[in-house]
């Protein structure tokens, strides 16, 4: 077990939460554990005829982190601002299938709707998983908020590089140099760093290892 994390898990979510904001992976990691249960039983309320069930629970998971690095203590309880916040990913996530497989927007439905207000008390996630945000659910959250602002031939070389290529097969294949390559990936971390802030170092490091 790692040392950093047995010591961390009997500090309060609060406590946790600022360790994250400063880079602490492992604080970020508990707290992904103590939630998970919360976005499990937030994705039973939707369904989506082209989306697997896991995929709707990952793309709560980033919807998790985003809280974890937007929260602010003073403004309301943690455990209601990740509610809102992994509702939120998950009907993006479903109105991106939406858009590529143009469909109705109306068949990605709430099953039971959200009887739930957010309001939990934490103690009811405190049993969580070892399961962390899977790299799918990053590709994910990455083509809702970077692909459509890239160029096509960004598109082509970002595409590549996110299913393992080097530097030197991308230029060989897609006839650009060494330097095109990095500047599109340098771009697309650009973006993401504009859009997530300090959760955007998080999300490169899942994505790429």
């Known amino acids: 077990m790692n ?8 500090r309060r979510t609060e406590s946790l939460i600022e360790m994250a904001q400063a880079g602490l992976k492992e604080a970020l ?3 992904v554990e103590r ?10 309320n939707y369904y989506a005829p082209w989306a697997e069930n896991s995929d ?6 980033v919807g998790l982190i985003k809280a974890v690095y937007y929260y602010n203590p003073g403004k309301s309880k943690f455990s209601t601002f990740a509610w809102r916040s992994i509702d939120s990913e998950i009907k993006s996530f479903l ?11 109306s068949d ?3 099953v039971d709707g959200l009887s739930t207000s957010g309001e939990d008390e934490e103690a009811g996630y405190a049993f969580g998983t070892e399961e962390g945000v899977s790299r799918s659910a990053l590709i994910w959250y990455i083509m809702e908020n970077v692909i459509e602002e890239l160029k096509d031939v960004e598109k082509e070389i970002f595409s590549m590089w996110l299913n393992g ?3 030197s097969d ?5 006839d650009v140099t060494n330097k095109k390559v990095d500047n599109t990936i340098q771009k697309v971390k650009r973006i993401l760093r504009k859009k997530l802030g300090n959760a955007s170092d998080v999300v490169l490091r899942e994505l790429i290892k």
């Open 3 to 10: 040392v950093i994390k047995y010591r961390l898990r009997g």
């Open 29 to 31: 990691d508990i707290i």
């Open 35 to 44: 939630y998970y249960p919360m976005v499990v039983k937030i994705s039973s």
């Open 56 to 61: 709707i629970v990952q793309s709560g998971l």
């Open 95 to 105: 109105t991106y299938l939406n858009r590529k497989k143009n469909q109705i927007l």
């Open 108 to 110: 990605a439905m709430s």
């Open 165 to 167: 290529y080097s530097y």
């Open 170 to 174: 991308i230029s060989e294949n897609l």
